[in-house]
């Protein structure tokens, strides 16, 4: 077994040399692909993409999307990823974007898809109003802030990755 003598130092720098080599054309490879794909619809903040699909859907239709794709309604959690989501509301033209938060639960408490409250939040003047009673979603407009809405509104789509 050529694995069992003594270790040839030579060859496993050459190896080394190799993978190195490769690790660096694949941050390469990559770094251009996110690019490609961030243009010109999405943003990354941190760890997070956010991506819109350019169309408008009720909010259960647009969780239904997010999910399907391996991804989420959006849940911005400071104001950097907040700003991130409003560019992408001003990109599109289409008046606002629905996050993923509700009052689902108890009326008033907005949290996140796993119950848990918020950590960050940026609500227009007077908002959130439960206007007639039936809004328990949350739409992002094209300045940033905040409303709660009918979740059966349609809303433009975008998703958290
Ligand atoms: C008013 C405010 C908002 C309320 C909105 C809804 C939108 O804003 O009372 O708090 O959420 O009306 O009527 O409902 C739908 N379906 O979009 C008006 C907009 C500037
Ligand atoms: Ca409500
Ligand atoms: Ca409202």
Request: glycine share 10%; net charge negative.
């Amino acid at each position: 077994d050529g694995n069992l003598g003594p270790p040839d130092i030579s060859a496993l720098w050459r190896q080394l040399e190799a993978l190195q080599g490769q690790v660096r054309r694949l941050q390469e490879a990559f770094l251009q692909y996110k690019k490609v794909e961030l243009y010109p619809n999405g943003r990354d903040v941190g760890q997070k993409v956010f991506k819109t699909a350019g169309f408008v859907k009720s909010f259960y239709q647009a969780e239904q999307m997010c999910s399907q794709s391996g991804g989420q309604l959006p849940s911005p959690r400071s104001t950097a990823e907040n700003h991130a989501l409003q560019q992408l509301v001003e990109l599109e033209n289409s008046g606002a974007a629905f996050l993923s938060m509700t009052d689902f639960w108890t009326e008033g408490r907005f949290t996140y898809p796993d119950g848990a409250s918020l950590v960050y939040s940026n609500w227009a003047p007077g908002e959130p109003n439960d206007d007639s009673g039936r809004e328990d979603c949350v739409e992002i407009i094209s300045n940033g802030k905040w409303n709660d809405v009918p979740c059966g509104a349609k809303r433009l789509v975008i998703c958290e990755f």
